[in-house]
């Protein structure tokens, strides 16, 4: 089959067919993703998982680490922590017998965030429950399921007797929920495609746009004393405290600025300032000496990010400066994560307008387009490969919250479309080419 | 010399000449003392080093642990936590050949409260330093130095050839700087005198009441999402800032109320609400789950700590019940420390007149009394063995902060003037019967 033929129309119900026959292997491999815990930095065992499952189909593999000074050198990287992760990327490499197609990156995160508490959870975060239709797990949704439907993807087209006619890449990365550098690690390594397909859990719609994330911390350290002697508001907790309120300023003035961008002018309040994580003091009768928080922000796709940093800390140094308390014990920033432009993912591609019709034919409705105010590693390929990213993926919910789950209808839907966007993107030859 | 007999005058300048001669031993000893790490459940090694010390000064040892039970059964007792010490306390027991005298507790407490990061220290925390007459350290003031006050003021009389004429009872404790429990445990354990003396570091002066403190604790648990789903202030560490706040509230109407006790009416501000310690989520990507903060609040002497304990409660319930994300995810309120009504040492008794003769003595002024809006041990053997209870010591400064120091001249004073105290409360025997 080749580009110049359209799809046949009987191949979406062979593929429906072959979705089908694998889908209970199917769900037993997102079980083991989501069963094999995966916060930053645990990703090791997961991602020797995969790279043993991806060989185990005939992939050609690469394993490799991240360079630390290759992404400090490049705009798009996250600022280096002690809490990085030193898991490696994985890389299962399909090329074809005849490069006829066009190349594809397909790509998942498997780094999930904390559970929190386990009581909190109706079962156990990695338990990988199923109940009423839906897989729960922390990772379920966000996003194992979806590098699973990538997988399992190809697995349909090759028990259909097909294989892509162009070089696929399917990369499995880290890092994606707090710096991106797993992806742009990939993309520093040289693996490009023309197009980039990400299945993230997008409830079944397409990412139009994207908003751009920074991640930074304030250290707090003043004098403390015993309590006895406590000054008004000279502790580091308070002072934390102000800031936060301070901050919260900020977010405010870049809502209001919301409609500089027409998707994101729509919504409430796109801009979201977390106080994600706060600690301070030691002693419940000392004056805390310290306190730190860690904050996530957001921005429109079209502002710089070095701008807003550079935004974040004139307000911040403004504040201390009125403030009598921390003029005197200026607080330290710090960008420990995300530094990261969004994206707008433009219409009208050819990639777009495939993955419409492989949509179209596996789900019986159109592919509608949204955007999100959530950062995508899709941002990596649009920004710095020019090149069509389409993330898109099944339907979860609580995402990073607790009881977190993927709908196991979706998965097989999203499943077909993916392989149908597969066949007629890169094109496909026989397996057996007698 | 029996009590029927004045001091002789010149014993005041045999015992100076004695506290001379051994001081150089005393800083040493100091040294030892502040050179041992003893936050809350370290206090082991230091506890076993004061047991030999005592031992080799051949007075009469027991050590014994905490009786959880017996404790909870009384009234004074602070509320058990995981964090409670199991360190032993430690008494060492003069008796007389003849009781001829008044018994005294002789008490210190050599837990210490956390250093904050070394590196806002100019020594080390436990280096126990010395320089222009200060020795630095955490609880060289408090109170370390305080506690060798008293061995040493025993030690002198010895030098000079006399033991007290009565039982004396020297204590060292425990858990002073959470609970109380330490010398709380020593009481229940049996242990009374006519009359305690504690040289906690009170600038040379007497204390003439102090506060009662409780320790509470507040959990949050929220409903995490992705931060892009995120609603207003549904998260645990903004529901913790606003809990926050309402406490303020909380302090502020007791502060209106201290003329209720005259002694602390005249301060601005006595009671303090101390927000010693937060933590809250995991994540900055994620809104926060959970929160939990560490108060610390004191209530005047003339107050019942369990109404002020009920008035918290109530207070803190009445704010949750009008905050929307509150009212849905009650926050838990748990009592983990010190839960101890405060206490006045009435003006007028036999034992504060001797001390202010050993005062002026020692120092060439009249003792001075003053109100402390802090925790003292003190309080145990003031409301449960309603005996005269001395709280009497060293200058320092800096006490629970950084370069927390103590006066090494004072040191000096400080022990002549519990050395002559002792004389006259207890009288005197000579060493040697011969």
């Given amino acids: 089959m080749s580009l110049d033929q359209p799809l046949d129309p009987s191949l979406r119900d062979t593929l429906a067919q072959a979705v089908k026959e694998g889908f209970d292997d199917q769900i ?10 995966s916060q930053r930095g645990e990703e090791h065992a997961l991602q020797d998982f995969i790279f043993a499952e991806l060989r185990g189909r005939g992939y050609q593999m690469e394993r490799f680490a991240m360079d630390p000074e290759a992404l400090a050198n490049h705009p798009g990287a996250g600022k280096w922590s002690p809490q990085h992760s030193e ?6 490499i399909h090329r074809p017998r005849e490069e006829a197609g066009r190349s594809l990156i397909l790509q998942g995160h498997v780094d999930v965030v904390p559970t929190g508490p386990a009581h909190m959870w109706t079962d156990p975060p990695y338990g990988a429950v199923i109940r009423d239709g839906k897989m729960y797990g922390r990772g379920a949704g966000d996003m194992k399921s979806g590098l699973v439907c990538a997988i399992s993807a190809l697995d349909a087209l090759r028990r259909a007797g097909w294989q892509p006619a162009a070089t696929v890449y399917l990369q499995s990365v880290v890092e994606e929920e707090s710096t991106g550098d797993g992806a742009l690690m990939a993309h520093i390594r040289g693996y490009k495609a023309e197009a980039a397909l990400v299945p993230e859990p997008t409830g079944e719609t397409l990412v139009r746009a994207n908003l751009g994330v920074i991640w930074f911390r304030v250290e707090f350290e003043g004098i403390p004393r015993h309590v006895s002697e406590m000054g008004e508001g000279a502790n580091a907790i308070d002072a934390a405290i102000r800031t936060i309120a301070a901050l919260r300023e900020l977010e405010m003035a870049w809502n209001d600025r919301r409609g500089e961008h027409p998707l994101f002018g729509e919504m409430a309040k796109p801009i979201n300032l977390n106080v994600g994580r706060i600690e301070g003091g030691e002693w419940a009768s000392s004056v805390p000496a310290t306190a730190a928080v860690d904050f996530r922000i957001s921005l429109l796709p079209n502002w710089d990010v070095k701008d807003c940093a550079a935004e974040i800390e004139a307000h ?3 504040f201390v400066s009125g403030d009598p308390f921390l003029s005197n014990n200026p607080p330290r920033l710090i960008w420990n994560g995300f530094m990261s432009d969004g994206y707008e993912q433009p219409e009208g591609t050819e990639a777009e307008a495939v993955l419409a019709r492989a ?5 019986g409705r159109p592919l ?9 590693d899709t941002r990596i390929y649009a920004l710095f490969d020019q090149i069509p990213s389409l993330c898109y993926g099944p339907k979860n919910a609580l995402s990073h919250g607790f009881d977190e789950y993927v709908e196991i209808d979706s998965l097989e839907r999203v499943t ?5 966007f597969i066949a007629e993107w890169c094109g496909l030859e026989p397996v057996d080419p007698a």
């Fill in 359 to 363: 949509h179209e034919a596996a789900m």
């Fill in 316 to 318: 911040l140094k403004a």
């Fill in 416 to 420: 077909l479309s993916i392989a149908l």
């Fill in 28 to 37: 037993a491999l997102t079980q083991e993703f989501v069963r094999r815990p």
């Fill in 87 to 92: 898991a490696p990327i994985v890389v299962g």
């Fill in 368 to 376: 509608e387009a949204k955007a999100t105010p959530a950062y995508i």
